[in-house]
């Protein structure tokens, strides 16, 4: 409640005039609430000199982080070595199989021993395979030191006979290192010569096709991978 300054009478607070006498009470001040500035200067934080940046903290424990790294690889590595392999060779169905002068080797049933000749290798023996591919086989003593020697003498005779070099490489058979050399030959044809080196011995695989396909196909893969030295 307050009271009139003229006439004592009281009032309301927010009465306007006092009711007795008419006089106008002024109006209340009313205070500004003060908003807050988003523009306004802020107190700048100085980080401690002595308090170390991300940069630093990298650098003190890249020790660390490394390790974490490397067992991570590690990790990554062993579940892929672990996982599930692939199969890719495939197998010899109803396979035959040949051994002889301590070698060995399956062939498919579908292959047929056939006659041949070979005036340098008076043992080689001939099989007729798939999509009319002709095989020969034969076992020599050499005195080839190394996988290195032998494609160069297969080099060597391509370019004499004009033979053009389509594939040379060295493969694993029995756990040796051996080369595979594919020949395409100045009439089109596809001659592959699979020649494994042990203890003093060559043995040798010449494969001829008409076409690439039928020299390096999943059924020759796997006589090759069957073959074992004793």
Known sequence: MKKCPECGNPSYDGAPVCGNCGYKFPKPKVKAIREEDIFEDRPIINKNGNEPSTLQI????????????????????????????????????????????????????????????????????????????????????????SIYEINSQRISSAQENGDYINTIQTIQLDGKNTSDVVLENYDGSFTRYVSLLSDGNLYVFKFNGNTLDSVTSNETESVLQSIHIE
């Open 58 to 145: 990298l650098k003190d424990n890249k020790l660390v982080i490394g390790a974490i790294l490397l067992i991570t690889i590690i990790v990554i590595g062993i579940i892929i070595a672990t996982g599930p392999a692939t199969e890719t060779s495939t197998s010899i169905d109803g396979a035959q199989k040949y051994s002889n002068a301590g070698v060995s080797f399956s062939y498919p049933s579908g292959w047929s021993e056939t006659n041949g000749s070979d005036e340098l290798h008076e043992d080689a023996i001939f099989f007729e395979g798939s999509n009319g591919t002709f095989i020969e086989y034969y076992t020599v003593s050499s005195e080839f030191s």
